[in-house]
């Protein structure tokens, strides 16, 4: 899964890479997101870089759509410790709370393994 972290210190934001059920929430919804269920933590400072799942990671994942975003405080629209002080962003489609959240790829997995 390729990611890009504005800023270029991923590793110091705690900065992690989610996969997520899409029936649970895809791009471009703007819903908060859901829970994930495989992470991968962005220990490196660097702009951008990738992460892998592995084959048996996968296979333990059910047949469906997934989609990899990169999490660490909202930085999709304020970024650092401001977001953090300033909590969740409204989610403007359902009007609720939620952190907007960054979609770098999907991915479909069909008998463990990925097809796409």
Do not use: M
């Not at 660097?46 to 759509?65: C, H, M, Q, V, Y």
């Amino acid at each position: 899964v390729g990611w890009s972290f504005p800023g270029g210190t991923p590793g110091d934001c705690n900065a992690w890479v989610g996969l997520f059920d899409a029936s649970e929430g895809d791009w471009p919804s703007w819903r908060a997101r859901g829970a994930y269920v495989k992470f991968k933590q962005i220990r490196e400072n660097r702009p951008f870089g990738a992460k892998s799942f592995s084959a048996r990671e996968i296979s333990t994942l059910p047949d469906g759509t997934y989609f990899a975003s990169v999490h660490a405080g909202d930085f999709f629209h304020r970024g650092g410790a401001a977001a953090a002080a300033a909590g969740p962003t409204p989610d403007p489609v359902a009007g609720t709370g939620g952190v907007p959240f960054c979609v770098s790829q999907r991915l479909v997995v069909e008998g463990g393994a990925v097809r796409a």
